[in-house]
């Protein structure tokens, strides 16, 4: 069994670890990470714990992600400058099912090491709130409770009892799957330690138990900024919210300090790769090999090898050599994402059925021209691509046959200026 201590640790992932948690982790355990159903989708924000996950389970142990159903519904102050949206059940229980199709694209859930996924809500749902403060909260003192991070950063802005007892019910959590499922580890970002240990001490405190926690670095990029958002928001795993394409660029724009870190946090590469790829990236920054690496490795993962496919080629259309017979490949909705904010036109179906002169189609049809005259000149000196084709014939004719998706056609004046046509 390779150390999971030590493997967090060489990828830079690793923030705390409670005493002893080497010492447990010699043997296969199980341990869980906890995922609030806020959406029905994961982010990037999200990644290093699905991560975490992974590298659990490849170093022989069983993870176990559990779906915060009931937790979701009180919210967790952790991080957080104001009190959460409250989800009701048929919600949460939509977002739990998108979450596993997601999570089950990093972790197996077969084999005898085998991913486990719980939702606390089917363990809170029957749960008395009399029964709860008898048999549970006696055992946390508000002064134990009060003297958490998380809640005195609220104090002040105002914190509801509702989320006051997140920790408690998350420290729960831990018993239970401590009772029921053999689970002596939580692990999480650095920002849930004071969640974590108040479950160590419910099991400690109720079970004369012992268990451990491991928490990992609250990732920021080199600028400062937070890692996983672009102005727009959230990058998501679901391509609904974020299309493959703009996944895979938001990897491809990594700075070149950004991608040495995160080739080793967000890949499965063992560290013997990774050393070679960044002494690779170090001696031909230019060639930017890991932002490559990260952006095809990744959105395979997320999304498939067929969208990977797809967003290589829709980068190529804007900043590399894509062919005509690689753009038939794009999908219309590919396509427009990547001519998103490009001037477009519209010309009619029936002028293209006749064909339409390519000195008339750019200055008459439409206005990439301002005159014939421009267009010629432009033309016969090798500037005018239509579909990443050059075109150098005044005399040539653009059809239906040339449509893109049946409807589109693509020009490219120069070499940074493109244009949409439409039918």
Not at 190 to 199: A, E, K, L, R, V
Not at 259 to 265: E, L, N, T, W
């Amino acid at each position: 069994m390779k150390s999971f201590i030590d493997e967090l640790t060489w990828r830079g992932m690793l923030f705390d670890k409670m005493p002893g948690t080497d010492e447990f982790l010699i043997l296969p355990q199980s341990g869980y990470i906890g995922f609030d159903p806020t959406a029905d989708s994961l982010h990037l924000g999200h990644m290093v714990q699905i991560m975490t996950l992974l590298h659990f389970q490849q170093c022989g142990h069983k993870p176990i992600a559990l779906i915060g159903g009931a937790t979701g519904m009180v919210g967790d102050p952790s991080g957080k400058s104001e009190e959460r949206s409250l989800l009701d059940e048929d919600t949460i229980r939509h977002n739990a099912a998108a979450i596993k199709q997601q999570l089950q694209k990093f972790i197996d859930f077969s084999g005898s090491n085998g991913a486990l996924l719980v939702n606390n809500f089917d363990w809170f749902k029957d749960v008395k709130l009399l029964d709860f403060i008898r048999e549970v909260g006696k055992h946390i003192t508000i002064s134990y409770m009060m003297a958490k991070e998380s809640v005195q950063k609220r104090m002040a802005a105002g914190l509801s009892f509702t989320e006051f007892t997140y920790q408690l019910i998350q420290g729960y959590d831990f018993l239970y799957l401590y009772r029921n499922h053999g689970c002596r580890l939580q692990m999480g970002g650095s920002d849930q330690w004071g969640n974590i240990t108040t479950g160590t001490e419910l099991i400690r405190r109720m079970d004369g138990g012992e268990a451990f926690a491991v928490t990992t670095q609250l990732i920021k990029k080199a600028d400062g900024t937070k890692f996983g958002k672009t102005e727009s928001g959230n990058v998501w795993l679901d391509p609904v919210r974020t299309s493959p394409y703009k996944f895979y660029q938001f990897w491809l724009n990594t700075s070149d300090e950004d991608a040495v870190a995160f080739i080793k946090i967000f890949t499965g590469k063992i560290k013997e790769e990774c050393e070679e790829l960044i002494s690779k990236h170090r001696q031909q920054p230019h060639l930017r090999i890991l932002q490559k690496v990260l952006a095809e490795e990744i959105t395979a993962r997320v999304h498939s090898e067929q969208d990977l496919k797809q967003a290589v080629e829709a980068s190529n259309i804007l900043f590399g050599n894509a062919t005509a017979k690689n753009i038939r490949y794009l999908d219309e909705a590919m396509l427009l994402e990547v001519m998103e904010g490009v001037p477009k036109f519209a010309i009619n179906r029936n002028d293209l059925h006749q064909g339409i002169n390519i000195v008339d189609l750019l200055a008459v049809h439409t206005a990439v021209f301002p005159s014939k005259a421009e267009a010629r000149k432009m033309i016969t000196s090798g500037g005018v691509s239509v579909n990443k084709e050059k075109v150098n014939d005044v005399a040539c004719a653009i059809t239906a046959n040339d449509l893109i998706s049946n409807k589109y056609v693509l020009i490219q004046k120069g070499k940074k200026n493109f244009f949409l046509l439409h039918t």
